[in-house]
């Protein structure tokens, strides 16, 4: 009952202890030993002082323990990486973003990472449990490979999983680092999908399909009655090589018109016929574009030409997987909000069911979903299995 009990706390679903025991279906003396057993543990507060609602018994509140021990969370993306450590409940500290060193091979990239997230855990006066990578390509399973990694050039099948592993192994983590400290390693859409579901605007939903474009390219995820859906091999999703349009920009795959070439900021900017300062984050000009379309008719067009091929690509997808709600991250969440109408009417012209239900096409809420979306991957082991945060 320890690990449903965390996940009911971790995800805000049980903030007293009379939710907890609602909703684990035991007696209230049970759910009080549990939660006394996963406060003993510093995972949990229980407020000594309990909540009324109004109605029955006071509850006491059931929260995160704020000095709870941490994991470290890292993203890559195609032009930096990003580290932060985070507590349960999706707490992620302030991240640090860090430049792509000049060599981008795995080991020497993958040991900067290390070393990023090593410097945080070193810092904190918290436990450090463990350590999850976000990744921008697909990443197989069970073995943590990563295929077509065309941002760094990196020969396929690159075996991610064991090199992070070795670089956080070697890294100095300080003497509150669990040892030898888990690592993991995933595709950050999947990431942010997961992070989405539990904390953010997929709550509740029982088929979640979240579509994202962050510094460059489109990722998505399938999350099922609370489950990623990754596939055989945890190549599930590619929606990015979904074709929108077979005479337009050419993909890094190779062929032309994929969403991946037609939705993310450098299209954006290819649309508007401007170049984004190279001195700046792609991503957060490409949002300022988007937002300029308010004012600025250029930029209008540009959005429309977009989101229209965005629109195709969400239809398409909707026709095949049947969602219950469409979350957008990244660039998209900006294109949602500065043609909101036009896109879902894009959508439903062409989803087979869309004029008599639309789908729900909501913006994400996750604020760096892609890193909350590692810290929950590197949190798992400790959902399953509470005492293990005992283990050195």
């Known amino acids: 009952m320890l690990g449903p009990a965390l996940a009911l706390i971790h995800t805000g679903r049980a903030p007293t202890r009379s939710a907890l025991t609602s909703a684990l279906d035991v007696t209230r003396a049970t759910a009080g030993a549990i939660s006394a057993e996963l406060e003993a543990l510093g995972l949990i507060t229980v407020d000594s002082r309990p909540a009324g609602s109004g109605r029955g018994r006071p509850s006491h509140r059931l929260a995160v323990d704020p000095a709870g021990p941490v994991v470290i969370t890292a ?56 350590a ?74 029982r088929h979640l399909l979240l579509v994202t474009s962050g510094h460059r ?41 994929c969403l991946n070439a037609e939705t993310d900021p450098e299209a954006l900017f290819a649309a508007a016929g401007r170049t984004p300062d190279p001195a700046r ?17 250029v930029a209008r067009a540009a959005v429309d030409h977009v989101v229209d091929r965005l629109g195709l690509g969400l239809a ?16 998209h969440r900006d294109l949602l909000a500065a043609a909101p109408e036009r896109l879902a009417a894009v959508v439903a012209a062409r989803c087979l069911w869309g004029r008599s239900g639309r789908v729900p096409i909501v913006a994400a809420e996750v604020v760096h979903a892609g890193l909350a979306g590692a810290a929950e991957l590197a949190w798992e082991p400790y959902l399953c299995d509470p005492q293990s945060v005992t283990a050195r």
């Not at 398409?316 to 660039?331: M, Q, T």
């Open 75 to 130: 993203q890559l993306h195609a032009d930096g990486l990003s580290v932060a450590l985070a507590g349960l409940g999706g707490h992620l500290e302030e991240p640090v973003h860090h430049p792509l060193p000049a060599a981008t091979d795995p080991v020497r990239l993958l040991r900067a990472v290390a070393e990023a997230g090593a410097a945080l855990a070193r810092a904190t006066p918290r436990r450090c449990l463990g």
């Open 132 to 205: 999850a990578l976000a990744l921008p390509n697909p990443v197989t399973e069970p073995d943590g490979a990563a295929l077509v990694a065309l941002h760094f050039s990196w020969p396929s099948g690159t075996p991610v999983a064991d090199l992070f592993a070795e670089e956080i192994r070697k890294a100095d983590l300080g003497p509150r680092a669990r040892t030898p400290l888990p690592t993991a390693v995933a595709n950050d859409a999947n990431l942010a999908a997961l992070a989405e579901h539990r904390h953010g605007a997929g709550r509740d939903a």
């Open 217 to 257: 390219g489109v990722g998505g995820a399938l999350v099922i009655d609370g489950r990623l859906h990754t596939g055989s091999a945890g190549l599930a999703l590619e929606v990015g090589h979904l074709t929108v349009d077979p005479q337009g920009r050419r993909c890094p795959c190779g062929t032309c018109g």
């Open 281 to 297: 984050p792609l991503l957060g000009q490409a949002r300022e574009l988007a937002r300029s379309a308010a004012h600025d008719p």
């Open 316 to 331: 398409g997808l909707v026709n095949i997987l049947n969602p219950d709600r469409i979350v957008l991250s990244g660039l």
